[in-house]
């Protein structure tokens, strides 16, 4: 099992980052609607060190915002950083708009079993996940197949 450090939720993860075999990777769902195309698969890329953790940085000052709201003690207009936090949190948002991104000449494809270790992966809130990833030689379908360039 490898660890989720980090992760976006739209009805299930969609992306973030975790390891593969140890290794940081940045990990993108490639299935646009999983309830009419069926099986998700993602394409996964090596991160830096530097770039994972000012993934990890961003992320816990998110966790923090993220706290705070459900506690009711901060409104949605402060989204997504607390106020003591938006400098430090938007310089690494910067930083890692254009490093977390899938590299193209470096990537694998896989399908994920993303496991809670807590009961709040239903709404996503504080979830901590791990992930079992299963590597694939193309991705699950014919019809992805055939548009899909390595």
């Known amino acids: ?34 309830y009419s195309q069926g099986v998700d698969w993602f394409k996964l890329s090596p991160i830096s060190e530097e ?5 990890i940085e961003q992320w816990a000052l998110w966790r923090k ?36 991104v899938i ?6 494809i896989a399908q994920a079993e993303f496991l809670a270790l807590d009961e709040q992966i239903q709404q996503a809130e504080g979830a901590e996940l791990e992930v079992r990833w299963t590597i694939l030689v193309a991705p699950p379908s014919a019809s992805w197949r055939a548009s899909y360039n390595r």
């Not at 590299?103 to 694998?108: I, K, T």
């Open 1 to 34: 099992m490898d660890k989720v450090y980090s992760f976006d939720w739209y009805d299930g993860v969609r992306g973030g980052v975790a390891t593969y075999n140890g290794q940081p990777c940045y990990f993108e769902s490639q299935c646009v609607d999983i």
């Open 65 to 100: 915002y993220e706290a705070a709201f459900h506690a009711g003690q901060i409104g949605i207009e402060q989204h997504p950083f607390l106020p003591e936090d938006r400098e430090r949190g938007e310089e690494l948002k910067k930083q890692l708009e254009y490093q977390l």
């Open 51 to 55: 770039v994972f953790k000012q993934e």
């Open 103 to 108: 590299n193209e000449q470096n990537f694998m």
